[in-house]
């Protein structure tokens, strides 16, 4: 095997290492990029639910009886 040969058997092997290390990192950005939308969307629903429970019970109203 010629230089030039082993060159290219190794600049293949770098392509086929990047390549796959590409795909792992764009697989974990989309595991990311859903857990980011679900806690957006947990917290929207806190949110509300936390406005809506002040609509409900003010806080500084006096009760029924007094």
């Known amino acids: ?14 392509v086929i290492f990047q390549e ?3 795909e792992r990192l764009s697989n974990e950005l989309r595991k990311q990029q859903l857990e980011i939308i679900q806690l957006k969307e947990k917290i929207n ?5 936390i406005e809506n429970q002040d609509e409900v019970e ?7 009886h007094y």
């Open 1 to 14: 095997m010629n230089n030039s040969e082993k060159r290219i058997i190794e600049l293949e092997s770098k």
């Open 20 to 22: 796959d290390s590409i």
């Open 45 to 49: 629903f806190i949110t509300q639910s």
């Open 58 to 64: 003010p806080l500084d109203e006096k009760p029924p």
